[in-house]
């Protein structure tokens, strides 16, 4: 971490002088997977190479020596699609991204929920099949996050393979190598196995959000990162299992939506709306 | 739905005069399945007589002539415990209501989480088990209230009597008959049928809390209805399902706590608690 913290002060540095220097920047917002607001800490990420409790923020701080306040990179990245992105004028969404695992911002009331303990929002954890697919990061089985994210995607690309002998071009891909972008190129290319890979993909995760749609009743599901670039090869299937499962006050009425902002700029512009707050 | 507003206001008339008149009332408050407080309507509750959307806010103005505010009830008696009982001083908790069905309040923020449309906080009808119990009310299958109602759990002894044949004193009620007070009264006794049929409800209720928890990350669950009474029967499992089911930054940290308000008083209060936000 101390490396880490050491190569970014170098770096920022350079930005920071740029613009004026340290006196003109008012703090640093940082969103980072399992960032608290609360504590300034980054807590047991189960994604990350950093074990345990770091005080991120805290270390930030004593090395710029400016006030820096740390959430969750998907909370940071819900705040900037509400104020440049697709979320905008909505008080009631949810922003869920697929990139390597799944995160999750939800804003209420027009608000972040951060829980009591600033934790809110581990929806990529909840467990959609009971006794699923094991997560090897946290040791729990069948959560959204084992099947709806980019490891997933290969995940269960490999299972398919493995388990029968149907055709298809991702067998010349060894094991090790596949991973979601084989398996999307594969499926643009009509292979039926990389096609269903996607569709079973959107059937998990449409089921996912018909629980989180009958939580929190988001006028919209915002979605973003890497699996969204599958377009209606994962849209359409998890649409659909979206309505499927929602009782009927609920049906037809929650948009999903993509992202429009660059990939990792929402979370950037999301963070640095944490400053502005204090 | 007019004989009702009729009988009703006949009974509440004479409370009415006793107190002074309609002149000394504010408002009504009422807390109902399906309520919605955007619209003050009754929408497709499953659980009621009355289909389709019933506008039952704008009914009982006309009748009464002050004002009416309606809100779930599960909503309305989680206003009721946050201001009279068990969650008292907390801005983040989840109420359930293990009744004839399963209903809940979420308050995140200290606030209650209405959703864009009036309709959060519909967690009964979250799948816990897909393919599961068919829910007749809904179509749904392997809803949480398919299994942790009272008829759930009335299911639940039946689907054991039927398929096995171990030995259980339930036998002697007829299949038409067994409701789950009779499992409840069976399991004090012993029976292990009937102690396993809480067990499991137990373990899908854990399951569920499981998944609130790391949504929206509550100081508490509060449990309220018929089913509470089962007491450690019923609440050991779920804690043991619930603690086994959340990621590590959630352990042993969430209260699961009964409410003790009287059985009602909860929604009674809290609907009326609707009236002084006016």
Avoid at 70 to 90: C, F, K
Avoid at 173 to 186: H, M, Y
Avoid at 210 to 225: D, H, R, T, W, Y
Avoid at 266 to 276: D, E, K, T, V
């Amino acid at each position: 971490v101390h490396t880490f913290i050491d190569e970014l002060h170098q770096e920022l540095s350079v930005l920071i002088e740029k613009v004026g220097g340290v006196g003109r920047i008012k703090g640093i917002g940082v969103g980072a997977p399992n960032g608290n607001v609360y504590t300034g800490n980054i807590e047991y990420a189960p994604n990350l190479p950093w074990k345990g409790i770091i005080p991120l923020a805290r270390m930030l701080q004593d090395k710029f020596k400016i006030p820096v306040r740390l959430t969750n990179d998907a909370n940071a990245a819900a705040v900037g699609e509400m104020m440049y992105g697709a979320a905008q004028g909505m008080k009631d969404f949810i922003m869920i991204t697929l990139g390597t695992g799944v995160g999750s911002g939800i804003v209420a009331n027009g608000q972040l929920i951060y829980g009591h303990d600033g934790f809110a929002g581990e929806l990529g954890h909840t467990t959609i099949i009971p006794d699923g697919r094991l997560h090897p990061g946290t040791g729990k089985k069948g959560s959204l996050e084992s099947y709806a994210s980019a490891t997933g995607v290969a995940q269960s690309a490999i299972e398919i393979l493995e388990n029968t002998d149907r055709p298809s071009s991702l067998r010349a891909i060894p094991t090790g190598e596949l991973n979601s972008k084989a398996v999307f190129e594969a499926a643009t290319k009509g292979d039926e196995v990389a096609k269903e890979v996607f569709a079973f993909t959107g059937k998990v995760l449409g089921m996912a959000l018909a629980n989180f749609v009958m939580f929190s009743s988001p006028e919209a599901i915002i979605l973003f990162g890497g699996l969204t670039k599958a377009g209606d090869l994962i849209l359409k299937p998890t649409r659909e299992h979206l309505e499927a499962n929602v009782i009927e006050i609920f049906q037809n009425k929650v948009k999903i939506l993509v992202s429009h902002l660059k990939e990792s700029d929402a979370a950037i512009l999301g963070a640095s709306a944490l400053m502005w707050e204090l």
